[in-house]
Every structure is written in structure tokens, then in C-alpha cells.
């Protein structure tokens, strides 16, 4: 996955974008851009060989900025949900006919 975000361009490497070989030293800043979520992280340490995921993030540290921007756009995002309306089933007889008539009139 993280290969692909950075063939992507999703990734972002001290305001650079990064590429897939691109091997990341100690304070470097990172941007990810994970669909609406945006990452900014530094690197605070490198492993040798891969550790696990709760080892790993030990070694990046995450902007609080960044938290606080992510949790915004959540809060906005749920807040929208809400105010959609759902459907309330499947279209009747009358209203399929509308639609047919609205889609034919090309």
C-alpha cells in the first residue's frame, strides 16, 4: 500500500514529492494524503530491519496540527452525513415513469 501512495503522489517527502526508492533519514518530514486525511509526520528514528506496527509508530512523531486538522474534517464530514437525506426505497410505478421520461429526452 505504501508503495503505491507513493507511486501515487501521495506522499511527500520534506515538501518534495517523493518516489518509491526514496530512503527517509532521521527528521524528515513526511506529508500522506490518505483520501480527505492529511498526515504530517516526522521521523524521529530508523529501524534496520521491520519491526511491528505498534514498534513503528514509536518512530514517527505526528504533527499536532496535523490531529487537529484530520479531527475538523471528520467532525465536518459526519456533519454532513447526518444532514443528507436518505431514500426512503425503491421508486413506485409513477415515479420510475418519471425518470424513464427524464432520461429518454436526450
Known amino acids: 500500500m505504501a508503495r ?34 492529511l498526515f504530517d509526520i516526522t521521523i524521529v528514528d530508523i529501524s534496520d530491519r521491520r519491526v511491528s506496527a505498534p514498534l513503528a509508530r514509536e518512530k ?27 431514500p426512503t426505497g425503491r421508486p413506485d410505478k409513477r415515479d420510475r415513469q418519471k425518470i424513464i421520461r427524464f432520461t429518454r429526452k436526450r
Open 60 to 86: 514517527y512523531v505526528e504533527d499536532p496540527r496535523s490531529v487537529e486538522r484530520r479531527a475538523a474534517v471528520a467532525e465536518q464530514m459526519r456533519i454532513d452525513r447526518m444532514s443528507r437525506t436518505e
Open 4 to 37: 503505491e501512495a507513493v507511486a501515487g503522489g501521495k506522499v511527500q517527502c520534506n515538501g518534495h514529492r517523493a518516489k518509491p526508492g526514496k530512503a527517509v533519514k532521521r527528521d524528515d518530514r513526511l506529508s500522506i494524503s490518505r483520501g480527505h486525511e
